[in-house]
Nanobody, 114 residues
Framework: QVQLVESGGGLVQPGGSLRLSCAASGFTFWSYAMSWYRQAPGKERELVSTITSIGGRTNYAASVKGRFTISRDNAKNTVYLQMNSLKPEDTAVYYC???????WGQGTQVTVSS
């Protein structure tokens, strides 16, 4: 069965960096596009970034463009989100998602605060 396990979140000061990981299993990881979403309390879940299955085409929300980088390692069945120059408004639970299957991980908390 499909499993997605996010990790790498934590507390970081504004301007700091974190790298999130999503370990995937239970499906042919290499054949699916993957996305990162985030959700703050009381807010709708929003798309942060997507990477395609082949070729590594990426897209980003305007709010994170130039600061975040999505990548994947198909040999390790893992998708990453490198987050630099973090801002307080980046505070949220971050989730990975299998684009065409609609599966979600449990999320990892990112808190950006002084």
């Amino acid at each position: 069965q499909v499993q997605l396990v996010e990790s790498g979140g934590g507390l970081v000061q504004p301007g700091g960096s974190l790298r999130l990981s999503c370990a995937a299993s239970g499906f042919t990881f290499w054949s699916y596009a993957m996305s990162w979403y985030r959700q703050a309390p009381g807010k709708e879940r929003e798309l942060v970034s997507t990477i395609t299955s082949i070729g590594g085409r990426t897209n980003y929300a305007a709010s994170v463009k130039g600061r975040f980088t999505i990548s994947r390692d198909n040999a390790k069945n893992t998708v990453y989100l490198q987050m630099n120059s973090l801002k307080p408004e980046d505070t949220a639970v971050y989730y990975c998602n299998v684009v065409s299957l609609g599966y979600w991980g449990q999320g990892t908390q990112v808190t950006v605060s002084s």
